[in-house]
Antibody, heavy 122, light 113 residues
Framework: EVQVLESGGGLVQPGGSLRVSCAGS????????MTWVRQAPGKGLEWVSC????????YYADPVRGRFTISRDNSKNTLYLQMNTLTVEDTALYYC???????????????WGLGTLVTVSS | DIVMTQSPDSLAVSLGERATISCKSS????????????LGWYQQKPGQPPKLLIY???NREFGVPDRFSGSGSGTDFTLTISSLQAEDVAVYYC?????????FGPGTKVHIK
C-alpha cells in the first residue's frame, strides 16, 4: 500500500527555522517526483515546492523561494523541506504528495499524507 | 503566474441532482507537444487530505466513481457530479501543472440542499 507520512511540524518563533520530513513507503521512491502543498487554517490549498525523482529539478512558489529548500534522500525514501526565516504567513498544515506516474513534477498529485502542522508565532 | 478561478464559490445541490463546477485559467493549459491539458481536480472532505479525482482534465483516477467527470480544454474546464451523493459533500479544487508555480483554484464548496 502506498503511504506518505509527514513529520517534524511544531511551534517556531518568527524568523526561526524548521525542517519537516515526509517518509514514503509502498512504492519505489526514487521513481516519483514529490511535492509540498500547504493549507493555512480555514483556507485553500497552496502549492509550495516540488522535486523531481532524481532530484535534478527543484521548483518553488514565489513566497518561499530563497527561504525554503526542498531535498530528498532516495536511500532513505524521505523528502524534506527546510524552512528558514519563517513568518506568521507560513503557518499552515504542510502536506507532501506523490506524483501520479513518474519522476516529473508536471503531473497530478496522487497520494497525499495527513500533513504536519507548522505554527509560526511569538 | 497562471491564475486559476473557480465558480461558484459554494454550491447547494439536492441528492441525486447534478453539480457543475467551473474552473478557468488565465492562460491555456493545453500543451501542443502531447495534446494534453495540464489540469487536475481534487476533492477535500473535512479533516482529510485532498484526493485526486481527475487528471489531464478528463481522465478519472482509478477507483473514482463514474458520476465524476471532467471536461474542457485550453482555459475553460468543468467538473461534473452527475448524481450527487451524501458522501460527495466536500471542497473541490482545480490545479494547473502546466507551468511553475502549479497553482490551485480557490475551491468550490459543495453541500446538500
Amino acid at each position: 500500500e502506498v503511504q506518505v507520512l509527514e513529520s517534524g511540524g511544531g511551534l517556531v518563533q518568527p524568523g526561526g527555522s524548521l525542517r519537516v520530513s515526509c517518509a514514503g513507503s509502498g512504492f519505489t521512491f526514487s521513481n516519483y517526483a514529490m511535492t509540498w502543498v500547504r493549507q493555512a487554517p480555514g483556507k485553500g490549498l497552496e502549492w509550495v515546492s516540488c522535486i523531481s525523482g532524481g532530484a535534478d529539478g527543484t521548483y518553488y512558489a514565489d513566497p518561499v523561494r530563497g527561504r525554503f529548500t526542498i531535498s530528498r534522500d532516495n536511500s532513505k525514501n524521505t523528502l524534506y523541506l527546510q524552512m528558514n526565516t519563517l513568518t506568521v504567513e507560513d503557518t499552515a498544515l504542510y502536506y507532501c504528495a506523490k506524483s501520479r506516474t513518474g519522476t516529473s513534477c508536471y503531473e497530478g498529485l496522487e497520494h497525499w499524507g495527513l500533513g504536519t502542522l507548522v505554527t509560526v508565532s511569538s | 503566474d497562471i491564475v486559476m478561478t473557480q465558480s461558484p464559490d459554494s454550491l447547494a445541490v439536492s441528492l441525486g441532482e447534478r453539480a457543475t463546477i467551473s474552473c478557468k485559467s488565465s492562460q491555456s493549459l493545453l500543451y501542443s507537444s502531447d495534446n494534453q491539458n495540464y489540469l487536475g481536480w481534487y476533492q477535500q472532505k473535512p479533516g482529510q487530505p485532498p484526493k485526486l479525482l481527475i487528471y489531464w482534465a478528463s481522465n478519472r483516477e482509478f477507483g473514482v466513481p463514474d458520476r465524476f467527470s471532467g471536461s474542457g480544454s485550453g482555459t475553460d474546464f468543468t467538473l461534473t457530479i452527475s448524481s450527487l451523493q451524501a458522501e460527495d459533500v466536500a471542497v473541490y479544487y482545480c490545479q494547473q501543472y502546466f507551468s511553475v508555480p502549479f497553482t490551485f483554484g480557490p475551491g468550490t464548496k459543495v453541500h446538500i440542499k
